[in-house]
């Protein structure tokens, strides 16, 4: 069993900034993948970014291109700078973990609230 606890949520203006963390414990197996899903209300719940813990520096992500996704894997934790936010930001960010190389089910953080406000 692998256990996520998140932090770092809140509510900011349009062009604000916020930075979600994410830390692990438990059965930590490496290599694993951590990263970021989001759900907004009425919605379904989508990939924002992840990241293998075989893989060096921070990265943006491909679904807005304003987030930079960066790991410490001495502490099993995953972090999302949020930049530039908007309002079609607004959702709950979801940490997950999971094996990479293997078949493996995901791991769910408790999810934590974005509003973006204009």
């Known amino acids: 069993q692998v256990q996520l606890v998140e932090s770092g949520g809140g509510s900011v203006l349009t062009g604000g900034s916020l930075n979600l963390s994410c830390t692990a414990s438990?059965?930590?197996?490496?290599?694993?993948?951590m990263g970021w899903f989001r759900q907004a209300p009425g919605g379904q719940r989508e990939l924002v970014a992840h990241?293998?813990?075989?893989?060096?520096?921070p990265s943006v992500d491909s679904l807005t291109g304003r987030f930079l996704i960066s790991r410490d894997n001495a502490h099993d934790t995953v972090h999302l700078q949020m930049n530039n936010l908007q309002p079609e930001d607004t959702a709950v960010y979801y940490c997950?973990?999971?094996?990479?190389?293997?078949?493996?089910?995901?791991?769910w953080g408790q999810g934590v609230q974005v509003t973006v406000s204009s």
């Open positions: 997950d973990w999971r094996r990479s190389n293997t078949v493996s089910p995901h791991y």
């Open positions: 438990g059965d930590i197996f490496r290599p694993n993948i």
């Open positions: 990241m293998q813990s075989d893989v060096d520096g």
